[in-house]
């Protein structure tokens, strides 16, 4: 299990290399013209800033050339420059980024969370009605369509109900917490402004409910199948034996056993993450990398999607790399090698 | 005459298949224990030997119906309810498995597994006064550097250490009844002479009665007051080790016998013939009769019944009655 | 869904494929009606325009209007009947699902069974490009191909294809790599068959059982996904009745929830149909082969 760890670490960068190579294919694919990737449409008649783009990308060099250029600009942090923004890609997603890492985390807990719960209820009272409901609601969640829920969830608990305000990260007008995570719950905290930590949880919680909705039937299933599982295994028997409560042979057997092959799903619930969280900020207005690459789609912005793939990427990649350790570390069998 | 430790009266138990129908896996079966004896229970898997004991102790699937009567010193245990067989459970009875890698929790250490049957059973134990126990316990079944050995996990144990850390975890409430499911079956031979030395050992040092369930009369035939041969669902043969060796009589024990290879080379390894029925498809009458040489026409219509024959008590149409030679061991 | 069986499954030492109606017959009943949804979405795609129902183009009440008797889910912002909408909406997703599903497994299955089957550098440069497209966020590189692309429902389907290849190749390759070991195709090679034809008629036929449940249960993915990339505006353009467009036009009239429930609930049956159909499956073929 180290080899593969240490086989999956030396693997990222080539990945990562192949990620850029696909990257650059696309990018010189735009509008057959590569310059028209970099250099915004009411820029181009300024004939500076077209031969300084042209000079930064190599773009009146031949094609390898320009490829190695565009490598190099990628290992310095330069993704280019956004048409619609006209900064800095790079710029643009590093601010916008803890949005989203503030919402993907809160969606993981309450996910993680709800998926662990459902199953380890559905497990104890298999074949009830508890069973049942816990099952669908998971399924529910995992099939829906994640622009939609998010659409109705917002139009019953915030339109019809007032329950939790709308869109966006905070009240219009109010100031955000003074930057040291961009989390605004935790900077707001660390501010010791508990209303305004309120206002950021408040609109922080229908969003991540949304998207840890989406991931709860994939971790739902795996935990009450594992746990199932667990409870008719010998050890299961032996706790019984030993006098265990069924609640006892439930959490403290089935589910320590059910931790690995949940930790094994979770790089790929990342991933559903990852998309979920494109559409989730797109309904929420959530000043995140997502709404960020909807609109840069959307207006055929490439530099900006194709920055905000690469960066996905490797959030990705990270994300399976974390997988494997955990799941190395929750494994007592692979620890002492 | 003590009262008994462990009484099983008519004790029936059925399995339903996909039709919906039932099926007998225990055909009522009698069986009892004094205190600090040891009752060796021997059959083929499929005689119904180890369901016995895990029915009383209720750890069959849910869906299995139990009948007739097992009392543990006296207390009815068939339909206890889960709060208070719990409180028995390695408590008063401790259990061991067979197969002891399968048998522990893989992603916790043995130390863990032994502080939490102690633990189960007495909260006011502290966690590390507990773990002290389960290092002494551990000495018990002579796990050398008991200190180290409880914080590892089981796969870290070769089979017999990983079989005695099972021993000792239930021993760990000084239980009167000890049940052992083919201890030794998961292990090599050497092995396993050493455990059943052990058991031996354990039961002379601490007056524990012990239930051992093997397929290998082998096994029990050193250690064991009395035996219970079963076959089918029903035990056919019952009685005091000595007899059941030199005076048997039901067929199937004798196939048994023959089955043991004997230390002084005589008596070719004999085997018996066939394989033993599925509980869903027993013959009618002795559920021997098709695999027995002796079978006549009753053996197929009627089910003997178990009567005191010589030394034993025989459930057969057609006991045997040579007398055997004791071999000197 | 009628899913043909290769008759060449018969050369297998395994029992023969026991056909469709034994399939039908051991199959669970949420699989069942799983099956029957599908069925109505296919059928409905076939003959929807047979339908009395609105004209899904066409302004036929006031806009805005909530679910009523006439407009049994409303009418949108342009006073089109959402309902027929929502049914019309299958014509455009349930083909295109079909299509990318089709094309995924197609060269998915290709590239996989020929880096199985023949190993050393084409295996190499297959599951390379494997690892490099799984590398990326599935929804990110679609977008990326797409607003490449342009947009258009075309364009969104081979970003789409483009996405799911992958995990066919890898499904593939691992089946070929295992059945490769099966003594008949030994027995075949010694025997002096070409590569293609041992590939072909003793290994393929022995494959298909994942594919096929994969490809049910990403069917409905697909049809999110679909969905998804409209929704942004990448996918199908207005006015046609998609239903990922749809709930996208009603995210900007909030108020009228209905304008969004119908699609919503489409895209639901669609997906809940799939998984519930490929777990079924699923089921049949992990005890048959057990």
Request: hydrophobic residues 50%.
């Given at each position: ?105 809160a ?11 459902l ?60 930057d ?29 409910f949304?998207?840890?909705?989406a ?15 667990g ?21 403290g ?6 931790m ?44 900006a ?33 | ?5 462990l ?56 869906g ?15 339909g206890m ?8 459970r ?65 796969h ?8 005695r ?25 050497t ?71 004997t ?7 004999k ?59 | ?9 018969g ?54 209007q ?119 195709v ?32 990403d069917?409905g ?70």
């Amino acid at each position: 299990m180290l080899a593969y760890i240490v086989r999956r670490l030396i693997a990222i960068p080539f990945l990562l290399l192949g990620v850029a190579s696909v990257s650059f294919v696309l990018s010189q694919m735009t509008k057959g013209d590569p310059l028209a990737a970099l250099v915004p449409e009411r820029m181009m008649s300024n004939p500076e800033i077209v031969n300084a783009v042209k000079a930064q990308w190599g773009l009146d060099q031949p094609l390898p050339v320009r490829y190695v250029t565009y490598i190099g600009n990628l290992l310095q942090g330069d993704l280019g420059t956004s048409f619609t923004t006209r900064r800095p890609v790079s710029t643009d997603i590093a601010e916008r980024l803890p949005a989203t890492l503030e919402l993907v985390i809160a969606a993981m807990i309450i996910g993680t969370a709800l998926g662990l719960t459902l199953g380890l209820l559905s497990a104890r009272f298999r074949g009830s009605a508890t069973d049942g409901i816990s099952r669908i609601f998971a399924l529910i969640g995992s099939s829906l369509p994640i622009f939609w829920s998010g659409l109705i969830l917002l139009y019953i608990f915030s339109v019809r109900f007032s329950i939790v305000p709308g869109t966006g990260r905070l009240p219009p007008r109010v100031t955000p917490p003074p930057d040291v995570t961009g989390f605004y719950t935790i900077d707001a905290l660390l501010a010791g402004d508990l209303s305004l930590f309120g206002q950021a949880l408040a609109h922080l919680a229908l969003p991540a409910f949304v998207l840890g909705w989406a991931v709860t039937g994939i971790i739902t299933r795996i935990v009450r199948s594992s746990l199932i599982e667990g409870l008719s295994q010998d050890y299961a028997r032996t706790a019984r034996a030993k006098g265990a409560p069924e609640r006892t042979v439930l959490i403290g057997h089935a589910l320590p056993n059910a931790m690995i092959p949940l930790l094994t799903i979770l790089g790929f619930t990342f991933a559903y993450l990852i998309t979920g969280a494109v559409l989730t900020e797109a309904i929420f207005a959530w000043p995140g990398i997502g709404s960020y690459a909807v609109r840069a789609a959307a207006s055929l912005d490439y530099p900006a999607i194709g920055g905000v793939t690469i960066v996905g990427s490797v959030a990705f990649l990270l994300a399976n790399l974390l997988t494997d350790i955990a799941y190395a570390w929750a494994n007592p069998r692979i620890k002492v090698h | 005459m003590t009262a008994p430790l462990l009484d099983i009266r008519d004790l029936r138990i059925s399995f339903q298949a996909r039709d919906g129908s039932w099926a007998d896996a225990l055909c009522g079966i009698d069986l009892s224990l004094e205190p600090g004896k040891v009752l060796g229970i021997v059959g083929e898997s499929g005689s119904g030997k180890s369901i016995a004991m895990m029915a009383f102790l209720q750890l069959l699937p849910r869906g299995t119906r139990v009948q007739g009567s097992a009392k543990f010193k006296g207390q009815e245990l068939i339909g206890m309810p889960a709060s208070r067989i719990q409180r028995i459970r390695g408590k008063a009875i401790g259990c061991i498995f067979q197969d002891p890698l399968s048998a522990f929790n893989p992603v916790k250490t043995l130390g863990q597994q032994v502080v939490e049957a102690i633990r189960l059973h007495d909260r006011s134990i502290s966690k590390r006064a507990a773990l002290k126990e389960a290092e002494r316990l551990f000495e018990l079944v002579a796990i050398p550097q008991p200190e180290r050995r409880v914080r590892q996990y089981p796969h870290e144990f070769s089979g017999g250490m990983r079989q005695r850390a099972m021993i000792a975890m239930a021993l760990a409430n000084k239980p009167d009844l000890l049940i052992a499911d083919e201890p030794t079956t998961a292990l090599d031979v050497t092995v396993q002479a050493q455990i059943l030395d052990l058991l031996g050992d354990l039961r002379a040092e601490l007056g524990i009665g012990m239930v051992l369930i093997t397929h290998d009369l082998g096994v029990v035939a050193g250690i064991a007051d009395e035996i219970a041969v079963m076959y089918g669902g029903s035990v056919v043969e019952r009685g005091p080790t000595d007899p059941i060796f030199y005076e048997t009589s039901h067929p199937y024990t004798a196939g048994l016998i023959g089955a043991v290879p004997t230390l002084d080379g005589t008596g070719a390894l004999k085997q018996i013939e066939g394989t033993p029925p599925s509980i869903f498809s027993r013959p009618d009458g002795c559920a021997f009769h098709p695999r027995c040489g002796r079978a006549g026409d009753a053996c197929r219509v009627q089910t003997p019944r178990l009567e005191p024959h010589g030394g034993t008590a025989c459930a057969c149409h057609f006991p045997l009655t040579t007398l055997r030679e004791p071999v000197p061991s | 869904m009628a899913m043909t069986s290769p008759d060449t499954a018969g050369f297998s030492p395994r029992r023969r494929f026991e056909g469709t109606r034994d399939i039908w017959r051991r199959l669970p009943i949420t699989a069942k009606i799983g099956a029957l949804m599908l069925l109505f979405w296919i059928l409905t795609v076939l003959t929807v325009s047979f339908w009395p129902l609105a004209d899904p183009l066409a302004m036929v009440g006031r806009r805005l209007q909530p679910p009523s008797t006439a407009n049994w889910l409303g009418t949108d912002a342009l006073g089109r009947d959402v309902f027929a909408r929502t049914m019309y909406g299958a014509v455009w997703s349930i083909p295109i699902a079909v299509v990318v599903v089709a094309c995924a497994v197609l060269i998915g299955s290709t590239l996989g069974a020929l880096a199985g089957f023949f190993g050393g550098w084409s295996d190499s440069i297959i599951m390379r490009l494997v690892d490099v497209t799984v590398s990326f966020p599935p929804i990110l590189l679609a977008m990326a191909v797409a607003a490449v692309l342009g947009p258009g429902l075309a364009n969104a389907s081979i970003a789409m294809v483009i996405v799911w290849w992958p995990i066919y190749a890898r499904l593939m390759r691992a089946q070929v790599l295992e059945k490769r070991e099966n003594e008949h195709v030994e027995a075949a090679v010694a025997g002096g068959a070409g590569s293609l034809r041992v590939l072909g008629v003793h290994i393929l036929p022995l494959c298909w059982a994942p594919t096929l449940i994969n490809a049910t249960m990403d069917f409905g993915q697909v049809v999110l996904l679909a969905a998804s990339l409209s929704f942004i505006g990448l996918g199908a353009t207005p006015p046609s009745p998609e239903w990922g467009s749809m709930i996208s036009e009603g995210a900007t009239k909030f108020y009228s929830w209905w304008i969004a429930f119908g699609p919503g609930m489409a895209i639901l049956s669609v997906v809940l149909a799939t998984s519930f159909l490929g777990d079924g499956l699923r089921d049949v073929f992990d005890r048959r082969s057990a």
